[in-house]
């Protein structure tokens, strides 16, 4: 560290280490998981360890640009001062390491925008669009963002580099949008941006949905929608960007086999209903109404893609591009809920098996079962909701599609039906083994309204698209 420069600000050779909940992990456990970090890098390594955002109970140690203010630079004087004596390690200046800061914290992207024009007219523009903006008295316009702007020789350009600390609210087609308006009013280009490191899939698709309206488009299908957020980002500019390798869920999914996520959704329709019609209580009646039901809203999509892109069905267009995307979302959520609600089974029965010998173990039984036969209901009721959510795109479908495509629409329709219906009696059968509170009795309530619903918008459907005389 005692001969490293460069334009980033920094206080130690590894700078930072956060850690972030990306997914089947609380920030409580992230916040836990850099202490014991912090604690055996003091002990066994010995290095100066600092701890910010959740896992710092202080206020003024929150903010990382706080604790690496002075940089590695300020650090020998800063780190013996009481207020400033790191969480974890020795209060004392390591030349050759400077510090680390440890902490957990929401999912931040380092996200860089090309500027043709200098160094300092993407400063002025980082100025503008940062929370800190020149100070106090002239704050930035996006909040949770921190930036400034530099030169990179690989690229023979200047940059707008920024931190999004939370993307939900400053999302990443934000920045690059206003950053567009201040370099239009400074005479200078934006050509493209690029994303260092990894990227929620959340992120590019919040940003495609903007470009979607934004631009009258109708894209249902994720690959497409992740492609228009990389054009329209210009996220390829200055490196491809290849989405197998950037998206964390796309990552994740490549690390453990379809068959090891979702393994019944992912069997044939042969394995399927062999597994089905095995000497098994699962997969069950809850995984074959989550079946059912995206076959249902499948065969309402497949009508409303008949009947839009095509000369015949110009005047259609409108009403099939609000329509069909609902359908298409709700085929799409059902599919999960097949091997969710065969998981939920055996939670459930697991529950039921653990040891009842002491009052201890009697007690951590009950409440396991008490919560794993509410997940138990709560699955096959997402699976009515989901289903439900079909109805008035549906009809849409019956009264202006493809008239020739009648019978694939009643299937359809019949199909989301019986999903409900079949939801209905798995939510039934796991109330009965819970409490009859105010809880219970508005879960019955619900999925009586949800089956009573089902019943009349299925008929309804049918009753549009037969009364059709085109």
Request: charge should be neutral; charged fraction near 25%; aromatic fraction near 6%.
């Amino acid at each position: 560290m005692t001969k490293h420069t460069g334009a980033h600000p920094r206080m130690g050779a590894m700078d930072v280490c956060p850690f972030v909940p990306v997914a089947n992990v609380s920030m409580e456990e992230c916040v836990e998981c850099a202490k014991q970090f912090g604690e055996r890098a003091g002990k066994e390594i010995g290095i100066p360890v600092y701890l910010y955002e959740a896992a710092s109970d202080r206020s003024y140690r929150k903010a990382l640009k706080d604790i690496r203010a002075g940089e590695y630079e300020g650090l020998a004087e800063k780190i013996v001062k009481p207020e400033w004596a790191p969480d974890f390690g020795p209060a004392q200046f390591l030349p050759r390491y400077g510090a680390t800061v440890a902490g957990a914290r929401f999912f931040l992207i380092a996200y860089n925008v090309n500027v043709l024009g200098t160094k300092e007219q993407a400063h002025r523009i980082a100025l503008n669009l940062r929370e800190s903006g020149r100070g106090p008295k002239q704050p930035g316009r996006l909040p949770k963002t921190k930036g400034i702007g530099w030169w990179v020789d690989e690229y023979n350009m200047a940059q707008i580099s920024m931190n999004l600390d939370d993307y939900r609210v400053t999302a990443v087609h934000t920045a690059y949008e206003e950053a567009k308006k201040d370099a239009a009013e400074l005479g200078v280009a934006i050509v493209g941006s690029e994303i260092v490191g990894l990227v929620p899939l959340e992120c590019l698709l919040m940003a495609a949905k903007y470009y979607a309206e934004k631009e009258k488009l109708m894209l249902i299908e994720e690959e497409q929608m992740i492609r228009l957020a990389v054009e329209r980002l210009g996220l390829g500019s200055c490196k491809p960007f290849e989405p197998s390798k950037r998206i964390i869920e796309y990552i994740v999914r490549a690390q453990q086999p379809a068959s090891v996520l979702e393994p019944l959704a992912s069997q044939t329709v042969r394995q399927f209903v062999n597994s089905v019609g095995a000497r098994s209580p699962a997969p069950g009646g809850g995984s074959v109404a989550a079946l059912i039901g995206a076959l249902g809203a499948a065969l309402g999509t497949m009508v409303g893609l008949l009947s839009y892109g095509k000369v015949k069905f110009i005047d259609k267009e409108p009403i099939m591009r609000e329509n069909i995307p609902t359908i298409y979302k709700a085929m799409q959520d059902l599919i999960p809920l097949i091997d969710a609600d065969t998981n939920a089974y055996n939670t459930v029965f697991a529950a039921f098996g653990l040891p009842k010998d002491t009052p201890e173990q009697q007690a951590a039984r009950t409440d396991a079962i008490s919560k794993a036969t509410k997940i138990a209901i709560e699955v096959p009721l997402t699976t009515m909701r989901t289903a439900s959510s079909c109805w008035p795109a549906l009809r849409a479908v019956a009264a202006n599609g493809n008239v020739g495509s009648k019978s694939d629409l009643e299937v359809g329709a019949k199909a989301l039906e019986l999903a409900v219906w079949g939801g209905h009696r798995n939510v039934l059968i796991n109330l009965q083994d819970m409490p009859d509170d105010e809880w219970a009795r508005g879960v019955k309530a619900e999925a009586q309204r949800l089956v009573d619903l089902a019943h009349t918008e299925a008929e309804a459907v049918v009753k549009i698209i037969n009364s059709r005389k085109d």
